[in-house]
T-cell receptor, first 115, second 112 residues
């Protein structure tokens, strides 16, 4: 079956712009989580959506937002981009809300470069 | 101080060596411990998952948890070049604010 699909794979934006990233989860999965991965900080949790509702949120500023549609596809938006937002953004899908017994499947990520 | 500390490496070993990867953590509320493997240009994939202190084996991989020392390890026996990847430890914190917290990842290179 198809895995988690993230688009686009690569993106270059200018400081101050905004960007929208997309994630299509595995068919039947209703939870989508977003992570930011950088060499210095590693993988950091942004937020999780389940049934179109944000269920959990990490410690990121309000410039980072997301939403989930009725078909479970999710989008993440970053406004007023800063150089420090350059990172690999990963989404992970799971059947139910992320929990200790829930395996999350990751997409290949979107590499965002802010110049 | 980060909640989860992991040496980023890189770690370079010859084929067939035993590899030891480690993480320490500060929050005793962490209940579940995982290891993910991430190949270059790919997303992480779950390798092993454990709950209690002790060892858990899966083929050439052994996950070890010592909750009293807040220390977890992943051992890879008979390492292969195909094991070359970044290994991330992750810990699950539940109780009203479920979230996975990852270590920075250790880059491993196994050379023939």
């Amino acid at each position: 079956k198809a895995g988690v699909t993230q688009t686009p794979r690569y993106l270059i934006k200018t400081r101050g712009q905004q960007v929208t990233l997309s994630c299509s989860p595995i068919s039947g999965h209703r939870s989508v989580s977003w992570y930011q991965q950088t060499p210095g900080q590693g993988l950091q949790f942004l937020f999780e959506y389940f049934s179109e509702t944000q269920r959990n949120k990490g410690n990121f500023p309000g410039r980072f937002s997301g939403r989930q549609f009725s078909n479970s596809r999710s989008e993440m938006n970053v406004s007023t981009l800063e150089l420090g937002d350059s990172a690999l953004y990963l989404c992970a899908s799971s059947k139910i809300i992320q929990g200790p017994n829930t395996e999350a499947f990751f997409g290949q990520g979107t590499r965002l470069t802010v110049v | 101080q980060k909640e989860v500390e992991q040496d980023p490496g890189p770690l370079s070993v010859p084929e067939g060596a035993i590899v030891s990867l480690n993480c320490t953590y500060s929050n005793s509320a962490f209940q579940y411990f995982m290891w993910y493997r991430q190949y270059s240009r790919k997303g992480p994939e779950l390798l092993m998952y454990t709950y209690s202190s002790g060892n858990k084996e899966d083929g050439r991989f052994t996950a070890q948890v010592d909750k009293s020392s807040k220390y977890i390890s992943l051992f890879i026996r008979d390492s292969q070049p195909s094991d070359s990847a970044t290994y991330l430890c992750a810990m699950f914190l539940s109780g009203g604010y479920n979230k996975l917290i990852f270590g920075a990842g250790t880059r491993l290179a196994v050379h023939p």
